[in-house]
Nanobody, 113 residues
Framework: QVHLVESGGDLVQPGGSLRLSCAAS????????MVWYRQSPGKQRELVAS???????NYADYVKGRFTITRNNAKNTVYLQMNTLKPEDTAVYYC???????WGQGTQVTVSS
């Protein structure tokens, strides 16, 4: 079964940067697209970014130009580099193997001065 472990969340000031990681197991990582989502209190989970098995990236408009999704197939890990963070980026961030319903525990990102 798919197991996901997100890490890298922290408290950061507006304008700061963070790099999130998501380690996946129980799946042939290299052949699947990976997706980052986030969920803020009182809001539905929303898509942030995705990356295909071939490395094609897609971003939600609200993070485009600030966030970068990458993957390392040798480490079964997907990353989310987040720059120029804003208070509205505050959320729990989750990753998912596209097509599999499993979720990790998420990692908390708080952007506040």
């Amino acid at each position: 079964q798919v197991h996901l472990v997100e890490s890298g969340g922290d408290l950061v000031q507006p304008g700061g940067s963070l790099r999130l990681s998501c380690a996946a197991s129980g799946v042939i990582f290299s052949i699947h697209a990976m997706v980052w989502y986030r969920q803020s209190p009182g809001k539905q989970r929303e898509l942030v970014a995705s990356i295909t098995s071939g490395g094609t990236q897609n971003y939600a408009d609200y993070v485009k130009g600030r966030f970068t999704i990458t993957r390392n197939n040798a480490k079964n890990t997907v990353y989310l580099q987040m720059n120029t963070l804003k208070p509205e980026d505050t959320a729990v961030y989750y990753c998912q193997v596209l097509g599999f319903p499993a979720w990790g525990q998420g990692t908390q990102v708080t952007v506040s001065s």
